[in-house]
């Protein structure tokens, strides 16, 4: 399999590769900057080249930006870039498709697909997001809750891992966040972990393009970023 570094991730200028403001590829346009609970700030921004609703997400920790990653419309998980090491995903095949449309319409999505990635080859996920009629508004944002189960395998088929736990949404940027969830690994061992939306900037607010963290940071942080999932969010007092 031959893997290329696609033209956007090339195109991202330096700013965007060092501590302080973040500046999108030419062509596209940041919409929110979001500070998290655990130390990592995002930023989602849309490219007028891509087809219509998909957009991007950039992840930065206290070292700078570590992850890099492209959604649709539905929420389908495009492509992720690890911008530390160089690991690409892409999306493979889909038996049955995440649907944003389907979770806002009925309350329930489930999802069966796998990815493709440089280093490890395929990998299938197959779950689903369920919401629970909780809301949560932080400044001017509206989110909603979802639970979901996810469940990862191997190129051989094996359980590589097991996750559930509450995430939020947000129905006009069609995009989850990641909250607090439970994972297991293949072995057995188990780990909770929280990362909460905390603030939202938008164009003219103080903090709008950051990609210094602000909030957790005070932490010992004794290990590298974890890249989060498409299907991923965050938030306290649910």
Known sequence: MKWTIPALLLLLPAPALAAGKFVAPKGCKVYVTVQHSDCEVSNHYTCDADPKGDQWAVYSGPNGPFYMSQIDPET?????????????????????????????????????????????????????????????????????????????????GAVASKRKGHQLINRDWRLFFADTEESTDASGATTTSKSAPVTFAFPGDAGFQSQTPEIGCDMTMTSAPVAPMMKDATHDDL
């Open 76 to 156: 389908r998980w495009l492509q992720d870039f690890d911008l530390t090491s160089g690991e690409m995903s892409r999306l493979g095949e889909e038996r049955d498709p995440a649907s944003f449309t389907e979770l806002l319409r009925t309350g329930l999505d489930s999802y069966d697909f796998t990815t493709l990635n440089s280093q490890s080859g395929e990998k299938r996920y197959q779950g689903f997001d369920r919401l629970t009629g909780k809301k949560v508004t932080i400044g001017k944002v509206s989110l909603e809750q979802t639970e979901f189960e996810l469940t990862t395998y191997d190129a051989d």
